[in-house]
């Protein structure tokens, strides 16, 4: 698989990841899920570790990125 196939697959896969995280900080915000937050919080941390360290390691460009 060329590069360029492996990198724009790479891009939408943290894309993926940026919007599972941005759905878990909708879900911190329900009032329902008050007793679950702490947990959330945990999650949208680890995911943000996650989708930084995928950026850096694969020299992927910030800018392609939004809601990060």
């Known amino acids: 698989m060329p590069d360029s196939i492996k990198k724009k697959r790479m891009l939408m896969y943290v894309q993926r990841l940026i919007c599972r995280r941005n759905t878990l900080f909708e879900q911190i915000e ?3 899920l008050v007793e679950l937050k702490q947990i959330l919080l945990g ?3 680890g995911m943000d570790l996650v989708i930084k360290e995928m950026i850096k390691e ?3 460009p910030v800018n392609e990125f939004k809601g990060l």
């Open 43 to 45: 999650e949208v941390k």
């Open 30 to 32: 329900n009032e329902k």
């Open 58 to 60: 694969f020299d992927l």
